[in-house]
């Protein structure tokens, strides 16, 4: 009979069987008569066990030299060990050396310390690693939590395009592109000014993809290239916005927390800071905020925009996201709904994580009157042609309606407590790197 294939995720429920595990050498211990080859397969990692007696020379020679990264599969019997990371061990019987990785040209990445820039020119190799992998693995727990809330919650997925005609962020930020013919496109901020077309088709909506920003930040939180989740609702306000962001949120922490607690724990992630992430989450206001950073000796004015440092100071009085409410008019962008008792400001809410990780969630609710949002256009110098069908939503049946994104690497970032959001991403784009 032939033995079966199984993934290392599956292992602890085949003990006492003779399997066979196709993967990569992760690393190889020796010790006199027997080694300890550890093989990753991308669902784990397992420790297996070579005794010389028990093999035929060539094979025991063969695993003894084999180097870091060769791809291999091995057949052995599974045996129950405590003491082994998955509970399991498997105890060699044969080899077949898929692809031996040469000792001239040896896997770059070696368990001794490398240097930042390293590991990024490296990163297509990097992914490989423990660390690396258990980050992916949540951002993908992460990714799947945010589309089940919506999927479950009445939101239809309706892709919005990546060419886009013109800006929704400010026109300082876009990535300009030649299309046909001397056209000029850019590449997307935000899907948002498509999902307020499709709400009022749909109802309640959502986008999910890749957005552009061409901000030459070279900070910890900012990507050229990010993912991002838009939600958008008809017939709603800018409490609506916050209940959902909240729900989403808590759901999505806990999917992490249910699912994904050996990758946290490789992390070495402090699991209380997570489990504290529950509704109700504090709510401020833009005035309420300015005063505690005075307080705390920032230089903020009333007017100014927060800076990182300022949302860092901000989220250090909470243990769960402060939702920041009713930010001045002028430093947002142009579509948002003013308060009607207070014109001066905006009915938008940024969400600020714990732990200094600073703003996963922007959003708000949206101007609805005709009107006063081509005058908007015209004061933020916006092209009107690129906005007439963003106005006819305004003549065809306009509600007021809201909505809001949140950035996946940051969201990422937080909930692994990394440095930096250059580790979220499989490949990052940042300000000084477009490979590999
Ligand atoms: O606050 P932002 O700019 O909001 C919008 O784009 C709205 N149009 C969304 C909407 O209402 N539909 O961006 C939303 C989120 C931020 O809170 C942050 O999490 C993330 O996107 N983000 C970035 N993430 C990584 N790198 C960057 N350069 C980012 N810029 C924004
Ligand atoms: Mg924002």
């Given at each position: 009979m032939a033995v079966p294939r199984i993934t290392i995720r599956e292992a602890g429920s085949h003990t006492g069987q003779t399997v066979e595990i196709a993967g990569w050498l992760y690393n190889l211990r020796k010790s006199g008569k027997i080694v300890f080859p550890l093989v990753r397969d991308g669902t784990g990692i397992i420790q297996c066990v070579a005794v010389k007696s028990a093999l035929p020379e060539a094979v025991f020679d063969e695993l003894k030299g084999l180097t870091q990264e060769s791809s291999l599969i091995v057949t052995g019997q599974l045996r129950a060990e405590e003491r082994a990371p998955g509970g399991v061990e498997l105890d060699v019987q044969g080899v077949q050396v898929v692809q031996r990785v040469p000792e001239s040209d040896p896997?770059?990445?070696?368990p001794k310390e490398h240097g930042v820039d390293f590991l990024m020119d490296h990163r297509h190799l990097w992914i490989r690693s423990r660390r690396q992998h258990a980050i992916l693995r949540i951002r993908h727990e992460i990714i799947r939590a945010i589309r089940d809330y919506f999927d479950c919650n009445g939101f239809t997925l309706v892709d919005t395009p990546?060419?886009?005609?013109?800006?929704c962020e400010g026109t300082t930020t876009l990535f300009e592109c030649n299309y046909f013919d001397d056209e000029k496109v850019y590449l997307t901020q935000s899907g948002q000014l498509y999902n307020e077309a499709t709400a009022m088709a749909f109802g309640k909506v959502y986008t999910f993809g890749p957005t552009f920003r061409a901000e030459k930040s070279k900070t910890r939180?900012?990507?050229?290239e990010f993912w991002m989740v838009e939600p958008e609702m008809a017939y709603a306000t800018l409490e609506d916005v916050k209940r959902v962001a909240e729900e989403l949120i808590v759901f999505v922490v806990r999917r992490v927390l249910e699912n994904r607690r050996p990758e946290l724990t490789t992390l070495e992630r402090d699991l209380s800071k997570l489990e504290a992430?529950?509704?109700p989450f504090p709510r401020i206001s833009y005035d309420e905020a300015v005063s505690r950073l005075q307080a705390k000796g920032s230089q903020i004015q009333w007017g100014g925009d927060f800076g990182g440092t300022d949302e860092t100071l901000l989220s250090e009085d909470f243990d769960r996201p402060v939702m920041v409410d009713r930010?001045?008019?002028?430093?947002?962008?142009?579509y948002f709904q003013p308060?009607?008792?207070?014109?001066?400001?905006?009915l938008g809410v940024d969400v600020l994580a714990p732990e200094g990780y600073g703003e996963i969630i922007g959003g708000g609710q949206r101007i609805h009157d005709y009107d006063l949002l081509v005058k908007r256009i015209e004061e933020h110098n916006l092209p009107r042609e690129a906005f007439d069908w963003y106005l006819d939503l305004r003549k065809y049946g306009s509600v007021p309606h809201a909505g809001f994104g949140m950035g996946v690497e940051r969201c990422v970032a937080w909930i692994c407590g990394l440095e930096h959001v250059r580790e979220t991403i499989a490949f990052p784009r940042m300000l000084y790197r477009t490979t590999p």
């Amino acid at each position: 009979m032939a033995v079966p294939r199984i993934t290392i995720r599956e292992a602890g429920s085949h003990t006492g069987q003779t399997v066979e595990i196709a993967g990569w050498l992760y690393n190889l211990r020796k010790s006199g008569k027997i080694v300890f080859p550890l093989v990753r397969d991308g669902t784990g990692i397992i420790q297996c066990v070579a005794v010389k007696s028990a093999l035929p020379e060539a094979v025991f020679d063969e695993l003894k030299g084999l180097t870091q990264e060769s791809s291999l599969i091995v057949t052995g019997q599974l045996r129950a060990e405590e003491r082994a990371p998955g509970g399991v061990e498997l105890d060699v019987q044969g080899v077949q050396v898929v692809q031996r990785v040469p000792e001239s040209d040896p896997y770059p990445i070696t368990p001794k310390e490398h240097g930042v820039d390293f590991l990024m020119d490296h990163r297509h190799l990097w992914i490989r690693s423990r660390r690396q992998h258990a980050i992916l693995r949540i951002r993908h727990e992460i990714i799947r939590a945010i589309r089940d809330y919506f999927d479950c919650n009445g939101f239809t997925l309706v892709d919005t395009p990546i060419f886009t005609p013109a800006a929704c962020e400010g026109t300082t930020t876009l990535f300009e592109c030649n299309y046909f013919d001397d056209e000029k496109v850019y590449l997307t901020q935000s899907g948002q000014l498509y999902n307020e077309a499709t709400a009022m088709a749909f109802g309640k909506v959502y986008t999910f993809g890749p957005t552009f920003r061409a901000e030459k930040s070279k900070t910890r939180r900012h990507l050229t290239e990010f993912w991002m989740v838009e939600p958008e609702m008809a017939y709603a306000t800018l409490e609506d916005v916050k209940r959902v962001a909240e729900e989403l949120i808590v759901f999505v922490v806990r999917r992490v927390l249910e699912n994904r607690r050996p990758e946290l724990t490789t992390l070495e992630r402090d699991l209380s800071k997570l489990e504290a992430i529950q509704a109700p989450f504090p709510r401020i206001s833009y005035d309420e905020a300015v005063s505690r950073l005075q307080a705390k000796g920032s230089q903020i004015q009333w007017g100014g925009d927060f800076g990182g440092t300022d949302e860092t100071l901000l989220s250090e009085d909470f243990d769960r996201p402060v939702m920041v409410d009713r930010y001045p008019a002028q430093v947002k962008a142009f579509y948002f709904q003013p308060d009607p008792d207070r014109p001066d400001v905006v009915l938008g809410v940024d969400v600020l994580a714990p732990e200094g990780y600073g703003e996963i969630i922007g959003g708000g609710q949206r101007i609805h009157d005709y009107d006063l949002l081509v005058k908007r256009i015209e004061e933020h110098n916006l092209p009107r042609e690129a906005f007439d069908w963003y106005l006819d939503l305004r003549k065809y049946g306009s509600v007021p309606h809201a909505g809001f994104g949140m950035g996946v690497e940051r969201c990422v970032a937080w909930i692994c407590g990394l440095e930096h959001v250059r580790e979220t991403i499989a490949f990052p784009r940042m300000l000084y790197r477009t490979t590999p």
